[in-house]
């Protein structure tokens, strides 16, 4: 390693955060630490977090406190896992993500697996994302016609399952109402309105094909049933991806707003509102503050903010621009680039962060900014990504330790052995975020032993949409179980 290199051994088991720092002048590097101290968050803070998601997940349980709930704890209705029995033809639809996706998935029981399956990426203009709810329902309408269309399906009736990864208060499987956008959505008449009813009624309006029945999915609960298809005890989902969200297994008796005391229901936490009640205040910083302001939803999904993929980039980059200014970085030069609001992509952190290459990758990213840097000012970024990484790492592990050590209290057991299954650009892309949410975990919920299964892995482009769609698979048929009950129970 160079002597200008830097390595991290972060700890969060105490306050030494050891990180190699060689080659920066000191008076530099103390100025450009006190800005990066707001950013680390003690055992004792994460401690206090995590207490304090503890309670809110309660309020948003509660039968007359889910209302006013910053974490609204949606039930999903969804109380087991599939047993793999499933078959059928089905489409299914994914919105929420990166990306729009189409899929068709033929499912026979003989073999308990996924026969057929094609797929089929459709981009979203950002106009669209913000525009109205019938450009975007008729612009997914279309979608699914050109990806029936080109696999001669458009005379069938098949079922769909849809993942729509925004909170929805879930009527049946079959009736949806979007209680808020998130993410970079903002689509005028959807919030209140099922959104089942509004596909339905985009496909009617064009008149040249149709579909069956419709399920309804949260992605941690399809990550959840995909991964507990390879692991039985996976009883958390959870994203940390363009937005962050988790899904877990609770007691049927501590759900209030459900008939029935027995068994266990998914719920779908919804935690990226943690905080929006302002109980996040003390963490926050200025450049959080900026960015929830400049978003399109302003205090809402305050803990999202400090986390998701679709924040990191532009927290980072208001760092940079404010040690520019303060003249501890590139000789006080921004550049235009810079500048640009959402210019710094989440996936730069990555890059720049990457142990072997990523002094290298800095020097890139920094030049594709316009702007003029020496090795001291990559060695300055390096540490800003690894201090809003690590901590967007550090509060998703306190929060997951609130659910698993909140999973094992309800069990009463000493000792809880559980997975998650993940899945999400930021956990799957970025080079130490699991290992720093894991040891987080293993601090806040030493009683709780957790396996990480990770949504299916691979290294290149073509492989990650494979991964994508395998992930998919396993939702669909865990649809397919759901339309199974749906139809038995329509037929009672
Ligand atoms: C946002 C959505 C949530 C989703 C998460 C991950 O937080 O509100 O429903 O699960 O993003 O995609």
């Not at 963490?283 to 990191?312: A, C, R, W």
């Amino acid at each position: 390693m160079s002597s200008t290199q830097m390595s991290k051994t972060a700890d969060v088991s105490g306050e030494t955060c050891t990180l190699h720092t060689d080659g920066i002048p000191p008076d530099t590097l103390i100025k450009v630490q006190r800005y990066l101290e707001r950013f680390h968050l003690t055992r004792e803070k994460l401690q206090e977090v995590s207490e304090r998601l503890r309670k809110d997940l309660i309020r948003g349980l509660g039968k007359h406190s889910h209302h006013k709930a910053p974490v609204k704890m949606l039930p999903t209705f969804v109380r087991a896992t599939p047993d793999g029995t499933e078959k059928g033809d089905f489409l299914a639809l994914d919105l929420g993500g990166t990306n729009f996706r189409v899929l068709h998935v033929r499912v026979m029981e003989e073999q308990q697996r996924v026969l057929k399956m094609d797929s089929q990426i459709c981009a979203i203009p950002k106009e669209m994302m913000q525009g109205t709810g019938e450009q975007l329902f008729d612009h997914i309408a279309a979608c699914l016609y050109d990806f029936l269309l080109s696999h001669n399906l458009e005379r069938e009736t098949l079922p769909l399952g849809f993942t729509f990864s925004f909170p929805c208060e879930q009527k049946e499987i079959d009736k949806s109402i979007l209680i808020r956008w998130t993410k970079g959505f903002n689509c005028s008449g959807v919030e209140g309105e099922d959104v089942v009813k509004l596909l339905k009624e985009a496909i009617r309006r064009r008149g040249d094909y149709d579909i069956g029945s419709v399920a309804m999915v949260n992605d941690t609960v399809g990550t959840m049933m995909s991964c507990g298809f390879r692991d039985q005890s996976c009883e958390i989902g959870m994203i940390i991806g363009t937005g962050t969200n988790a899904c877990y297994m609770e007691e049927m008796k501590n759900v209030k707003r459900v008939e029935g005391e027995a068994g266990r229901m998914c719920i779908n936490t919804e935690w990226g509102g943690f905080g929006d009640d302002g109980s996040l205040r003390d963490i926050q910083t200025e450049f959080d503050v900026v960015v929830d302001e400049m978003s399109i939803n302003p205090g809402v999904h305050t803990f999202e903010k400090m986390i998701s993929g679709m924040y990191l980039g532009e927290i980072v980059r208001l760092l940079l621009v404010r040690l520019t200014e303060d003249g501890l970085l590139f000789g006080g030069r921004t550049s235009k680039a810079l500048l640009t609001p959402e210019a710094f992509e989440t996936k730069f952190i990555s890059e720049i962060e990457e142990q072997d290459n990523g002094l290298e990758n800095t020097q890139k990213v920094l030049s594709k900014f316009g702007l003029k840097w020496d090795t001291v000012d990559s060695c300055v970024v390096r540490l800003v990504c690894d201090a809003i990484s690590s901590r967007s790492a550090r509060l998703c592990g306190a929060a997951l330790a609130t659910l698993a050590n909140r999973i094992r209290v309800n069990r009463r057991q000493e000792r809880l052995k559980t997975t998650v299954g993940v899945d999400g650009t930021v956990y799957k892309k970025h080079p130490n975020f699991s290992e720093e949410l894991r040891a987080t975990v293993r601090l806040l919920a030493p009683k709780c032993d957790i396996t990480f299964l990770v949504s299916e892995d691979g290294s290149g482009k073509g492989a990650a949409m494979v991964t994508a769609v395998m992930v998919h698979n396993y939702c669909l048929l865990f649809i397919a179980e759901l339309m199974n009950e749906y139809v038995l129970f329509r037929q009672q």
